[in-house]
């Protein structure tokens, strides 16, 4: 059975259950939400081994092959672009189509969350290298620590061969696991989306939310449907883009509702490799930059959040000097969300209200209660970003063996 249908009935199984379960019950709300985290968790368990014995292997043969830097370039350019599209599309479908305004709440604000970056450029270089694989969330620490073992390795080949031999035979068993838990994770998808449902109904009952819903989710099928299979088409001259859709069929389900992209990492690199044939070497390197800088997707949806917000405040059109601002701010912040794998979107868009100040600074409340959904549809499209833009590096680079889509899983 394919991959992408073991989920898809996960998440049917999932939405059944949420409509039988008695979920006024309190006491099996609790256990679903308990489900919940510990499968979520069980599923992150295996990405920084994976993603550190990987990337060692990657850098060392990009390097020994004389790829490693055309492979950075390529990667940080489609990281960039696709942001910057991510966020013109964001802001431009927003400024198009007026939304109803939502109802001023008078909720007390909790503290808001900052982002400090001079702590998480501390945090990259950790007292003790060893700590740098003991960090689950922000992977670019790990990362750092894997490119420069992977890089020295690669100086003596001879000399370094049993840090290779050792990583090569880690990763593999670490894939192998790693492929068990997203098999796994296909059944335990049934009570992540069933809790996910519960939330989601209190969220649509009102029907305020309902417009804003409608508007990520056109904007998604105008991303995935359009714009990405057509750059796929002009840069890589490929006659079949909607194949690299497919393949992103179960990562993208595993991406929405667990609105974490660091959880959905596994099951990318398996769909990249088994199904679209991107190499190691290539895949080990680009899926975890990608998950840690590609979040236009939270710059989307935070940008359309954020527009939502001010004409729920005032009748005046927005200045253009305010409209740049926000799509700079959207744009350059999503860019410091790595350490922040699930809920970066709605942190983005308290950060925007603070930022903004002029009485905007508590603003977010208007938005609190959906952001399960802003978070959800910001994984989604961060998801099929990291997707797309592996396999256009791949293609680029000359790392990918092609399959033929009746071989997909």
Same mark, same amino acid.
Request: with cysteine.
């Given at each position: 059975?394919?991959?992408w249908?073991?989920?898809?009935?996960?998440?049917?199984?999932?939405i059944?259950a949420?409509?039988?379960?008695p979920?006024?019950?309190?006491v099996?709300?609790?256990?679903?939400?308990?489900l919940t985290?510990?499968f979520?968790?069980v599923?992150?368990?295996?990405?920084?081994?994976?993603?550190?014995?990987?990337?060692?292997?990657a850098?060392n043969?990009l390097r020994?092959?004389?790829?490693?830097?055309?492979?950075v370039?390529?990667?940080?350019?489609?990281?960039?672009?696709?942001?910057?599209?991510?966020t013109v599309v964001?802001?431009?479908?927003?400024?198009?189509v007026?939304?109803?305004?939502?109802?001023?709440?008078?909720d007390?604000a909790?503290?808001?969350?900052?982002i400090?970056?001079?702590?998480?450029i501390?945090?990259?270089?950790?007292t003790s290298?060893?700590?740098a694989?003991m960090?689950?969330s922000f992977?670019?620490v790990?990362l !750092?620590?894997?490119f420069?073992? &992977?890089w020295e390795?690669?100086?003596n080949? /001879?000399?370094f061969?049993?840090v290779? *031999? =050792?990583?090569?035979?880690?990763?593999?068993l670490?894939?192998?696991?790693a492929?068990?838990?997203?098999?796994?994770?296909?059944?335990?998808?049934?009570a992540i989306?069933?809790y996910w449902?519960?939330?989601f109904?209190?969220?649509i009952e009102?029907?305020?939310?309902?417009?804003?819903?409608?508007?990520?989710?056109?904007d998604f099928i105008?991303i995935?449907g359009?714009?990405?299979p057509?750059i796929?088409?002009?840069?890589?001259?490929?006659?079949h883009p909607?194949?690299?859709?497919?393949a992103?069929i179960a990562?993208m389900?595993?991406?929405f509702?667990?609105g974490?992209?660091n959880?959905?990492?596994?099951?990318?690199?398996r769909h990249?490799?088994?199904?679209l044939? !991107?190499r190691?070497?290539?895949? &080990?390197f680009?899926y975890p930059?990608f998950? /840690?800088?590609a979040?236009?997707?939270? *710059? =989307?949806?935070s940008?359309?959040?954020f527009?939502l917000?001010?004409r729920s405040y005032?009748?005046?059109s927005i200045?253009?000097?305010d409209?740049?601002w926000?799509?700079?701010?959207?744009f350059?912040?999503s860019f410091?969300?790595?350490?922040?794998?699930?809920g970066g979107?709605?942190?983005?868009?308290t950060?925007l209200c603070?930022?903004?100040?002029k009485g905007?600074?508590t603003?977010f409340?208007?938005?609190?209660?959906?952001?399960?959904?802003i978070?959800s549809f910001?994984?989604l499209?961060d998801s099929v970003t990291?997707m797309?833009g592996?396999?256009?590096?791949?293609?680029?680079t000359?790392l990918?063996?092609?399959?033929?889509?009746?071989h997909?899983?």
């Amino acid at each position: 059975m394919k991959v992408w249908i073991k989920y898809l009935l996960g998440v049917a199984l999932g939405i059944v259950a949420s409509f039988i379960l008695p979920t006024d019950n309190a006491v099996c709300l609790d256990i679903i939400s308990f489900l919940t985290q510990l499968f979520i968790r069980v599923g992150r368990y295996i990405v920084i081994p994976l993603i550190f014995t990987t990337a060692i292997c990657a850098v060392n043969k990009l390097r020994a092959s004389k790829l490693l830097w055309k492979t950075v370039r390529w990667t940080f350019l489609i990281i960039v672009l696709s942001s910057l599209i991510l966020t013109v599309v964001g802001v431009a479908s927003i400024l198009l189509v007026k939304l109803p305004r939502i109802p001023i709440t008078v909720d007390v604000a909790s503290e808001i969350t900052r982002i400090n970056v001079k702590e998480m450029i501390l945090s990259l270089f950790p007292t003790s290298g060893f700590d740098a694989i003991m960090n689950g969330s922000f992977l670019l620490v790990s990362l !750092i620590f894997a490119f420069i073992i &992977g890089w020295e390795s690669a100086t003596n080949e /001879i000399t370094f061969k049993p840090v290779f *031999a =050792l990583a090569d035979a880690c990763a593999k068993l670490f894939y192998n696991v790693a492929n068990f838990f997203m098999e796994l994770l296909a059944v335990c998808c049934v009570a992540i989306v069933c809790y996910w449902t519960i939330k989601f109904k209190t969220i649509i009952e009102p029907g305020i939310y309902t417009p804003m819903i409608i508007m990520f989710f056109c904007d998604f099928i105008f991303i995935a449907g359009i714009v990405y299979p057509l750059i796929l088409y002009f840069v890589c001259h490929d006659p079949h883009p909607y194949r690299v859709l497919y393949a992103s069929i179960a990562p993208m389900i595993l991406a929405f509702f667990s609105g974490d992209s660091n959880l959905v990492i596994p099951l990318n690199m398996r769909h990249g490799s088994e199904s679209l044939g !991107i190499r190691r070497r290539s895949r &080990g390197f680009t899926y975890p930059l990608f998950s /840690i800088f590609a979040r236009g997707g939270s *710059a =989307l949806v935070s940008a359309i959040s954020f527009i939502l917000i001010w004409r729920s405040y005032s009748s005046l059109s927005i200045p253009l000097t305010d409209i740049l601002w926000i799509f700079g701010l959207s744009f350059g912040m999503s860019f410091l969300l790595g350490g922040i794998p699930s809920g970066g979107a709605f942190i983005l868009l308290t950060l925007l209200c603070d930022k903004y100040a002029k009485g905007f600074e508590t603003s977010f409340l208007l938005l609190q209660p959906a952001t399960l959904i802003i978070c959800s549809f910001a994984s989604l499209f961060d998801s099929v970003t990291a997707m797309f833009g592996s396999y256009i590096v791949a293609v680029k680079t000359k790392l990918i063996e092609h399959h033929t889509i009746q071989h997909f899983i």
